[in-house]
Every structure is written in structure tokens, then in C-alpha cells.
């Protein structure tokens, strides 16, 4: 077999063969014609001509070689519950939810719009609109009602699926109100909102519109819904995320293409196989969630955990009980959780038998070494750094054990995975860098199968925000600083963009400028991501009042930043509000009236703001110095 380096050259060079190759892992109801098409980049169709369906490949494949093997595990900690659904029993429960979609007229190409908490109807949603052909959005439950307005009115979608709902350490955390705002405020309107009702929150239901899940499900229990085959290059998904503008992008993903680059993944980077369990304590509303809670270790028939609950209880012991309960051999986790856990007693790490796991695999925000080196030793397992985005799919950048085992440094998520012609650019000319030169990390199309395949509904943008960012030639931009060293070990340096990453929630600053500048007293703000210990970063907001004269005190002006506070929660939820909120009296800017984020964020983490030459007013940073 070969090694990691010549199969990614291989991947790229010979890309029929090595994806011809790799298609095999899946069911095709119809054989595809061509591995890719690519007469239209940066445009690429995988698997043209082929039909194939990502529930039938998660969970009807699996079912005749073990019925009863495990295939979701719900365990909450929030609720203290623990159930599991073998192969055979989510199987039933995704064709009662596709039944209950279906009966609202839901198909081929219909959008869903699911905006659940960490619990099994979720995920079953997510794969009974697999089922149907029709294509899901999962809304992060951390999102408020301005997010969620902003998704509905792009994606339009027929049905929304909802909880009453959910549980964060023990406090309730409802989502059915949240929607209903997001519905008053949406310009479009849905066919039917069914509500999971978990008795945590007391609702109205509106008359004509919201419908218990619960009772449909009695009523369409036994029901066999016929697996719809869908064009490999069909939307599967839409999952929006956050760029530099202040309007989310839907970002679409295939079916052929996703199906078959998961199920190499698991085996290639992962290492997961058949009857084992994969932990992964991401939140379905995320990309993580999306590929390796659901889609990526069902399609690789393996049992896949799914956690309500946090790292730390009822004590920071919980993830590696789960470990040992379950027999985990393959756990996906972010820095930001393994750093909580850092601060609990760490004799919790050798109470449970972890003989089950293989490794460790972190991707989402930067893993620095000090966390890296903690975990590594606690567990005596490889910690494997991934890199990658919402927009790709699964990872860019990882160790690929399942082809050859390499050493990992520290700080690096070793090399580029196989179908991903990664590049380090420079920003100015475009041209390929070589070892040890920092620049942006782009990929040369075709994006390989499963990365994004356009912005829904908006081609134009897709070209102009993600190939037309470095100058001179049409490459992808992943908006990341990059470099590799001598040995071909890659680094990432941070976004080139306005996008933050707190405790790896990717959030863009421009949305949470737009939502501190709702605030009636707010003329403008700038907001930034600035380092911390814990989360990796955090949002500081600097604002300019319109009547600075009424905010004098600093308790009238720390009632104000409660108050910004809170719009930001009520608009875009708890997981964008800013830390602080600071008042200035102007905004540090360029002569050309652009704000200078680079030189707040320097100043803020106390670190020299660099070439000032352009601003207009120096005292603005000073202010901005002070205000901290
Ligand atoms: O800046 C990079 C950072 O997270 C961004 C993508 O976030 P999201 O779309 O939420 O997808 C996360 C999928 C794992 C990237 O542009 N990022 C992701 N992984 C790493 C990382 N930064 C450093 N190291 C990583 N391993």
C-alpha cells in the first residue's frame, strides 16, 4: 500500500483512478458514468450519473449483517437519561419521521429546517430527510432568533423540526419560543413545525402550524418509507456559517461525494471499523457534528454516541466513563473542552479503563501544545490535530493512520489529506510558498467529493467569496494563515478574515457589530476576536454612542453594557456575546474610513499594533488602550 505522501500525490495526479477506487465503500443504486466532472470550475460534479442515498448507506445497508448491533447511543447527563437504538430500532424511527415529513408533503429537494438540542429525534430527522431526497439545515440550539430568522428566509424551508427545549449543566434552555420570534420576524412562512415536547419548557402550540412529534410518531409507526435515489451531485445538506458580511452562507454539500469521502475518512484518518463506537462531542449543529456524530461512523456501521450533557458533569470524569461504558475506540473532541477539563482533578483521568481507545482527534480551533502535551500524557494515547471547515466537509490537513503511521509534532495538524491540493499562496502574488514561508492556505480545484459544491442558491457568490480572494489565479481561500516546515509538517496561523473562533464556535464579527449596533444608543461598533486562556478566543466589542453625554457614570454605563448584552442573547444567542463592551468615542480607522481590527486586537492582547501609517486618528487607539 502506499505511504501518506504518495497516495495524496496520487489522489490529485490520478484522481479517477484513486476515487473510482475509493466509491466502492458505498452503495450506488445506479452506478456514476464519470468520476468528475470538471468542465465548469471552480464548479465539480463527483460521481456524475450516479444515484445513491446517505440514510440508505447510514443505516438500511447495516441492517441485515447485525440488526441488534448498537448503532445510536443517547446518553444525558442533562436529564439523566441513556437509550439505545440498535441498527434495526433507528431504522424503524427514521422511516416513522420520514412518514410524518412525507404526510406534510415533503420530497425530493424539499428543505427542513431542524432546530433541536442534542437528542435522538434530531439526528433521526436529519436522516428520515436523507431519506426523502429532501435537504436539511440544522441550526445551531445556541442560535437566537435573529440567526434563525436570517436561515429560514434563505433556505425556505416546507417543515421545521423543534423541541420545547433543551438542557444546559441543568438549565433549561428553551428553543420553541426562540422560533416562534424568528417565524414573527421571518418574511417567509412554513407549512408545519413539529415540536418534540420533552416536558422541559410550557408552550402554546399555534393552531394549524405546530404539531406533536410524539403523536405523529404513534401515528405513523411501522410505516416503511421507500429510500428516494438521489443524483450523487443532489444537495444533501445546507449548513450556514459565518464568512466576513454580516449574511451567513448557506454552504450545500452533495450526496455522492460526501457518502464516499466519509467513508474513506473513517478509515483512512480515523481508523474506525464496523461494531466499534465513535465518540464525538461536537453539537449536530455544527459541520463536526453533521459528518462524525451522524453521518460519518453510521456510514462506516459503527455506534455513534450522542451526548446531551457537558465535560464536567456531574464531574470532569463523564467523557472517559462514556469511554469505558461504551468501549469507545475513537473519540473526536475540541481544545476548548480538553482545556476545561484541564482544571479538574486529574487522578479523574486514570479512574476509567480506557483500554478501548485508540486516539484522540481534536480539530476546530488552534490545539496549543500546553493542552496537547496534558492530554497526551494523561491518556498515553496519539492526540491527532485535524484541520479543516464547515465548508470542506471533513478534514483538510490531518495524520492519516489508516494509510501509514507517522510521527505528529505538536502544534501541527501534519500533512494535507488525499484529494486536497492544499497550497500555501502568497497573499500579494498568488504564487505557491514554499517550506517555512507563511501565507494563505488554498486549495487548488476541483474541491474534492464532499467539500461545499456551491452557496445555496447563489453560484456568483460561491466563485466571488472563495475563488476570487487570491489574486492572479482561481484557487479556493480557506481565509487561514499557513505555512509547512522542512520536514512537510503544516501549521495554521490564524484567519485572514474577520471570522472569530470561540471555544470553536465560528462566528463572524460582522454579525455581532450588526447586532450591538441594533442597540437604539449605539452609532457604531467593532468588534473583535481577542485571545483567552480558556476559549481560545473571545468577542471584545468597542462602541461609539450617539449620546455619550448620558452614559457618564460608569454605572450608567455598565447598565448599558448589560442591556447590549442582552439584545446580542435575544438576537444571536449567548455563544456571540461579547465578554465586554467598551465605550469610545471614535473608532480607530484608515483615512479611507476602513476600521483597523488587526491593530484593536493587538492592542488588546497587549502586543505592538505594528505599521499605523494609514490611521487617521492615533488617539483613537489610544482611547481604545485605555478603555481596557
Ligand atoms: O480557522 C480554522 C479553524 O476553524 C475554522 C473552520 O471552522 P468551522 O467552519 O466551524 O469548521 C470546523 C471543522 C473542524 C478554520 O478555518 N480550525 C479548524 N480546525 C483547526 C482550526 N484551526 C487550527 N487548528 C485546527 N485543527
Request: with cysteine; net charge negative; hydrophobic share 40%.
Amino acid at each position: 500500500m502506499l505511504g501518506v505522501k504518495a497516495s495524496h500525490a496520487q489522489s490529485i495526479e490520478n484522481r479517477e483512478v484513486f476515487w473510482g477506487q475509493e466509491a466502492k465503500r458505498v452503495h450506488w443504486h445506479t452506478p456514476f458514468s464519470q468520476v468528475v466532472d470538471v468542465s465548469r470550475l471552480p464548479f465539480a460534479s463527483w460521481f456524475v450519473g450516479g444515484k445513491t442515498n446517505l440514510c440508505f448507506n447510514a443505516v438500511d445497508r447495516w441492517l441485515e449483517s447485525d440488526p441488534d448491533q448498537a448503532a445510536l447511543v443517547w446518553v444525558s447527563t442533562e436529564v439523566n437519561e441513556q437509550r439505545t437504538y440498535t441498527r434495526k430500532t433507528l431504522w424503524q424511527e427514521v422511516n416513522a419521521v420520514a412518514a410524518m415529513l412525507q404526510a406534510q408533503g415533503v420530497g425530493m429537494g424539499d428543505r427542513v429546517l431542524i432546530y433541536m438540542p442534542m437528542i435522538p429525534s434530531a439526528v433521526f430527522a436529519m436522516l428520515a430527510c436523507a431519506r426523502l431526497g429532501a435537504i436539511h439545515s440544522v441550526v445551531f440550539g445556541g442560535f437566537a432568533s435573529v440567526n434563525l430568522a436570517q436561515r429560514i428566509d434563505d433556505a425556505q424551508p416546507k417543515v421545521i423540526v423543534t423541541s420545547d427545549a433543551g438542557s444546559r449543566a441543568g438549565k433549561v434552555t428553551p428553543y420553541k419560543p426562540l422560533l416562534d420570534r424568528a417565524l414573527e420576524l421571518c418574511a417567509s412562512s412554513v407549512q408545519a413545525v413539529i415540536v418534540e415536547n420533552r416536558g422541559l419548557y410550557a408552550f402554546e402550540p399555534v393552531s394549524g402550524r405546530d404539531l406533536d412529534y410524539a403523536d405523529l410518531r404513534e401515528q405513523h409507526w411501522g410505516q416503511e418509507v421507500a429510500v428516494q435515489w438521489v443524483e450523487s451531485s443532489a444537495p444533501s445538506y445546507i449548513l450556514y456559517t459565518s464568512g466576513t458580511t454580516g449574511k451567513p452562507k448557506g454552504v450545500q454539500r452533495d450526496t455522492g461525494g460526501y457518502a464516499v469521502a466519509l467513508a474513506t475518512s473513517m478509515d483512512y484518518v480515523f481508523q474506525g471499523k464496523a461494531g466499534e463506537t465513535f465518540l464525538c462531542t461536537s453539537d449536530i449543529g455544527w459541520v463536526v457534528g453533521h459528518s462524525y456524530i451522524v453521518y460519518g461512523p453510521l456510514i462506516a456501521g459503527m455506534t455513534t454516541i450522542l451526548y446531551e450533557g457537558t465535560p464536567v458533569r456531574p464531574d470532569g470524569g463523564i467523557l472517559w466513563k462514556l469511554v469505558e461504558q461504551y468501549k469507545v475506540s475513537v473519540m473526536f473532541s475540541a481544545p476548548t473542552a480538553i482545556r476545561v477539563l484541564k482544571k479538574q482533578d486529574p487522578e479523574l483521568l486514570k479512574k476509567y479503563d480506557l483500554s478501548s481507545l485508540r486516539a484522540l482527534y481534536m480539530a476546530g480551533e488552534p490545539l496549543d501544545e500546553p493542552t496537547a502535551n496534558w492530554i497526551s500524557q494523561g491518556l498515553g494515547k496519539p492526540i491527532i490535530d485535524n484541520y479543516w471547515q464547515t465548508e470542506t466537509g471533513w478534514p483538510i490537513l490531518a495524520a492519516q493512520p489508516g494509510i501509514e503511521a507517522l510521527p505528529t509534532k505538536f502544534g501541527s495538524p501534519s500533512f494535507p489529506v488525499y484529494g486536497f491540493d492544499v497550497r500555501v499562496v502568497d497573499e500579494q502574488t498568488g504564487e505557491d510558498l514554499g517550506a517555512g514561508q507563511k501565507g494563505v492556505l488554498a486549495i487548488v480545484p476541483p474541491l474534492p467529493p464532499g467539500a461545499m459544491s456551491t452557496i445555496w442558491g447563489d453560484d456568483e457568490r460561491f466563485v466571488s467569496t472563495y475563488f476570487s480572494a487570491v489574486p492572479n489565479r482561481q484557487v479556493y481561500s480557506t481565509f487561514d494563515w499557513g505555512l509547512f516546515d522542512e520536514d512537510g509538517y503544516w501549521f495554521i496561523l490564524g484567519r485572514t478574515d474577520d471570522v472569530i473562533n470561540v471555544a470553536g464556535h465560528r462566528l463572524g464579527t460582522r454579525e455581532i457589530e450588526e447586532s450591538v449596533n441594533a442597540h437604539a444608543s449605539v452609532a457604531e461598533s467593532a468588534v473583535v476576536g481577542v485571545a483567552d486562556a480558556l476559549k481560545g478566543q473571545v468577542a471584545a466589542a468597542f462602541a461609539v454612542l450617539k449620546q455619550p453625554e448620558r452614559y457618564t457614570t460608569i454605572e450608567q454605563q455598565r447598565a448599558l453594557e448589560v442591556e447590549i448584552m442582552a439584545l446580542v442573547d435575544q438576537q444571536l444567542g449567548a455563544v456571540a456575546r461579547p465578554a465586554r463592551i467598551r465605550f469610545v468615542n471614535a473608532l480607530p480607522k484608515t483615512r479611507s474610513g476602513k476600521v483597523l481590527r488587526r491593530a484593536i486586537v493587538a492592542v488588546c492582547e497587549g502586543r505592538d499594533p505594528g505599521d499605523l501609517t494609514t490611521i487617521e486618528d492615533p488617539s483613537t487607539l489610544e482611547q481604545i488602550r485605555e478603555s481596557i
